[in-house]
């Protein structure tokens, strides 16, 4: 019987040291996917994985993996004393490139929002660093069409290029942990990093037109929450909260409760928020700006500028008009994007990358 060469996948995290934000909680659901499959990978298409990531994660996909540890060094040298078929940076911001003798390069890139943030020397020096990781890459991946078209006239890059959407939790049945002093309100949610591209102070110019109604912001960061406490105390803003650090059973219990989820985004690659929210049929209410549009399509009501009237004239029309119909489409439009979908997809460019397959566009 003949012996099946395993072809080695090298998957960085790159200096990911926890799976609180966007990028991490991608990382956290590709590398889960593909490593609950490892067993599978290498019976059925001779494939073994090998995650790249700081020490203290090591482990964190489990036992059927196995395990590179990061080092500041690799940015300039790197050595695994493992030859890797493959390697795949899963975000264009890891500047670890892959052990010396590495096969293929793969990289996820998901966005270039230093194109619409960045001006002058700093929006040069962005855009030299993404032509320097294009220039040692085979393959490209990206999150949405609007970054594949971004990638394609920014970066002139004319090779292999797969849109793969990502995915979203489906957090509608998991575990909910009430927010004690919200019990028995109405609010409208945001949930995101609170960083200035998250246009969260248009929220609050909002709500001070819209004094009998409440918001509640949630993000990671005290210190970025304590800047928006302040910009609303300095408002006089009394409808406004903001939470720090929201578990995962709080969170969904915020998704379930709020009567509607705004996201008013200027620059995002994909935006997960939103199809988190729209799982619970919540009407979502967002920016008509980059990718989102094409993450929300029509089962999004969308702000097209930013005057606090405008805006809550878009709110106070979208939820006149969202019934229990409307709520079963919005959550009908949330399932297209699961993280299981993502995975296979990633597996199907890899085995074309290596040669046992052929990719195909991911819907």
């Not at 996917?33 to 494939?47: E, M, P």
């Not at 920014?154 to 049945?173: C, F, K, M, T, Y």
């Not at 304590?226 to 009394?238: D, T, V």
């Not at 993450?295 to 019934?323: C, I």
């Amino acid at each position: 019987m003949k012996t099946r060469t395993l072809k080695r996948v090298g998957i960085s995290l790159g200096n990911l040291e926890g799976f609180v934000d966007g990028l991490g909680e991608f990382a956290r659901q590709i590398g889960q996917a593909l490593a609950d499959r490892a067993d599978n990978l290498r019976a059925d298409h001779g494939l073994e994985l090998y995650v790249h990531c700081m020490p203290a994660l090591a482990g964190c996909f489990g036992p059927g993996v196995h395990y590179l540890p990061v080092q500041r060094s690799q940015e300039w040298r790197h050595t695994a004393g493992v030859r890797l078929d493959l390697w795949h940076r899963l975000n264009q911001l890891n500047r670890y490139g892959p052990p010396g003798g590495t096969g293929l390069r793969l990289v996820t890139v998901h966005d270039l929002n230093y194109l619409y943030e960045k001006r002058g020397l700093s929006r040069l020096r962005h855009q030299w660093r993404m032509k320097q990781l294009l220039a040692r890459t085979d393959a490209v991946v990206t999150i949405t069409e609007h970054v594949a078209g971004d990638v394609r006239r920014e970066l002139n890059w004319r090779g292999p290029l797969q849109v793969i959407h990502n995915g979203a939790a489906d957090l509608s049945s998991a575990p909910q942990e009430a927010v004690a002093e919200l019990q028995g309100r109405k609010f409208f949610f945001h949930i995101s990093r609170m960083t200035a591209s998250k246009n969260v102070e248009s929220l609050l110019r909002m709500m001070q037109i819209w004094p009998d109604r409440h918001l509640v912001l949630a993000g990671p960061s005290a210190e970025t929450n304590a800047r928006l406490q302040a910009l609303a105390a300095e408002m006089k803003l009394q409808n406004v909260s903001v939470l720090t650090q929201v578990s995962q059973a709080k969170k969904a219990w915020l998704y379930a409760h709020c009567t509607a989820f705004f996201f008013p985004s200027i620059t995002e690659g994909f935006g997960l928020p939103p199809i988190e929210a729209m799982y619970f049929g919540k009407p979502t209410f967002l920016s008509d700006r980059t990718s989102l549009p094409e993450v929300g399509g029509d089962a999004a009501f969308y702000w097209h500028d930013f005057a606090p009237e405008s805006m809550r004239r878009v709110v106070e029309q979208g939820l006149a008009g969202h019934d229990e119909a409307r709520a079963q489409r919005v959550q009908l439009h949330a399932g297209r994007f699961s993280w299981p979908h993502a995975a296979q997809h990633y597996l199907q460019t890899y085995l074309a990358l290596l040669g046992q397959g052929v990719a195909g566009r991911a819907e």
